[in-house]
């Protein structure tokens, strides 16, 4: 691929952390220190010049750290934290003005019964007075589960590809995903292939090109990897997204797209 465009493309996923900083009980404690200041390197050496600040799950709902770096960099940064299904509607407008754009709902290894968040009429009403999206991890083969519990006029982006079985137009999370479309807004994101078990990453991304349209789709680079931190390097990262996506579509993904969703500057 000509790689003459842009190069003011947009991570929509990565992760800045702290060693040994977790809330207690839960599944994962980094050992190591993944710095704002290293992300920025490595990513604006490969022309990614902005980025999405996801909320690790083992930081729980104090965002603090993240609010701290988007209200340094609001050009650069927009950020997707991690809240309580009670949370008070202040809170959530106060993390707007901070440059936060959505919820995440992590559930990967966890139960994917949500009976807390389909009763939080609250979050749901603020997601749409925001004009946020909820944020969806789950096991594989999981998503469709969850998104029978999920309002279905919420907008909804997908972590890791969705994480189907199979790469296949037959799978039931590419039937569920081609619906929920249908009726709200809905984007996928291109990261974590190595969260895909035996699926074919490549075949997967496109597939989902074909089957949602490039306008559905945006790419992150899920740094540093956790657990996987042997892929934690951007010059491989862009270049699996190079694969992933083609050349027509490529802007649309690595900036377009973003750029709308999340509220930057072109």
């Known amino acids: 691929m000509n ?3 842009s190069k ?11 060693a040994g900083l977790a809330v207690e009980g839960t599944r994962y404690v980094p050992q190591y ?3 704002l200041s290293d992300w920025m390197k490595q990513a604006q050496n490969v022309g990614v010049t902005r980025g999405v600040w996801v909320q690790p799950s083992f930081l729980g709902t104090d965002n603090s750290l993240m609010i701290d770096a988007l209200e340094s960099h609001p050009d650069l940064l927009r950020g997707i934290a991690v809240v309580s299904p009670d949370v008070c509607i202040e809170q959530l407008e106060t993390l707007h003005q901070s440059g936060v754009r959505g919820i995440r709902l992590n559930l990967s290894g966890l139960s994917h019964d ?20 909820l944020e969806v991890h789950t096991d594989q083969g999981r998503l469709p589960h969850v998104l029978d519990q999920i309002p279905s006029d919420v907008s909804l982006v997908l972590d890791h590809m969705a994480k189907p079985l199979e790469a296949s137009v037959s799978d039931p999370t590419l039937l569920a995903l081609k619906k929920r479309a249908s009726v709200a807004q809905v984007f996928v994101k291109l990261s974590g292939a190595y969260r895909l078990g035996d699926v074919n990453s490549e075949r997967l991304a496109s597939l989902l090109l074909r089957e949602m349209g490039p306008s559905a789709l945006l790419w992150g ?9 042997q892929f934690g390097h951007f010059e491989t990262l862009i270049a699996q997204a190079q694969e992933w996506i083609n050349a027509q579509a490529f802007e649309q993904v690595m900036v377009h797209n973003p750029s709308q969703l999340y509220g930057f500057t072109r």
């Open 3 to 5: 790689l003459s465009m």
């Open 8 to 18: 003011n493309w947009i991570d929509t996923h990565f992760h800045v952390f702290n």
């Open 33 to 35: 220190s993944a710095q």
């Open 114 to 133: 949500i009976p807390e968040w389909t009763r939080s009429d609250n979050i749901w009403a603020a997601i749409h007075r925001l004009n946020w999206h």
């Open 221 to 229: 680079s899920d740094w540093p990897c956790t657990n996987h931190e």
